[in-house]
T-cell receptor
Framework: DTGVSQDPRHKITKRGQNVTFRCDPI?????LYWYRQTLGQGPEFLTY????????KSRLLSDRFSAERPKGSFSTLEIQRTEQGDSAMYLC?????????????FGEGSRLTVL | AQSVTQPDIHITVSEGASLELRCNYS??????LFWYVQSPGQGLQLLLK??????LVQGIKGFEAEFKRSQSSFNLRKPSVHWSDAAEYFC???????????FGTGTRLKVLA
């Protein structure tokens, strides 16, 4: 399978715990995005990488959120001291630079439930 | 600020009936426009996109969309809906030269047998 893969698909945690999500983009894609989707809403932009550089971080992300993309390959999104309001589907997407406004390829998402 | 509006939260149609899902955008210039579909437990899949040229674009699964600059709209249509089309549909926009895609809140389509 050469699509975008995310792990884990589901995570249930207690408030205050840390969680980490991983995204493996399509191998030749140098752009990687994280979005968050809550019930009844469309995906909301969280952050964006071009290769290993994090070029923008949404104001939606508090200091408890951090994302990395070492070596410009896979990416991780960590949430520290989780809160119930963090419960959502976290979506990863990738695309090619030369297709500057081209298609985003999405993974199936990682659903977080904070108890 | 850029925004995307999908005024219909839920739409129910009978199988075989025609479908139109509305999308309006607010941008300083003509953005690039997309429709994505999300089936339960699946990732978002691109149906079609508009960059320039012919304002009527064809997509996968028999969908089409028409860009109307005067109305700032990009409505999605299908002549005959199939039960498998039941899903959530998202309109998205991105400004040329940027990377931040903005999504609407989605329209959930239900198809009656």
């Amino acid at each position: 399978d050469t699509g975008v893969s995310q792990d884990p698909r589901h995570k249930i945690t207690k408030r205050g715990q840390n969680v980490t999500f991983r995204c493996d983009p399509i191998s030749e894609h140098n752009r990687l995005y994280w979005y968050r989707q809550t019930l009844g809403q469309g995906p909301e932009f969280l952050t964006y990488f071009q290769n290993e550089a994090q070029l923008e971080k949404s104001r939606l992300l508090s200091d408890r959120f951090s994302a990395e993309r070492p070596k410009g390959s896979f990416s991780t999104l960590e949430i520290q001291r989780t809160e119930q309001g963090d419960s959502a589907m976290y979506l990863c997407a990738s695309s090619l630079t030369e297709a500057n406004t081209g298609e985003l390829f999405f993974g199936e998402g990682s659903r977080l439930t904070v108890l | 600020a850029q925004s995307v509006t999908q005024p219909d939260i839920h739409i129910t149609v009978s199988e075989g009936a025609s479908l139109e899902l509305r999308c309006n955008y607010s941008y300083g210039a003509t953005p690039y426009l997309f429709w994505y579909v999300q089936s339960p437990g699946q990732g978002l899949q691109l149906l079609l996109k508009y960059f320039s040229g012919d304002t009527l674009v064809q997509g996968i699964k028999g969908f089409e969309a028409e860009f109307k600059r005067s109305q700032s709209s990009f409505n999605l249509r299908k002549p005959s809906v199939h039960w498998s089309d039941a899903a959530e549909y998202f309109c998205a926009v991105v400004r040329s030269g940027t990377y931040k895609y903005i999504f609407g809140t989605g329209t959930r389509l239900k198809v009656l047998a």
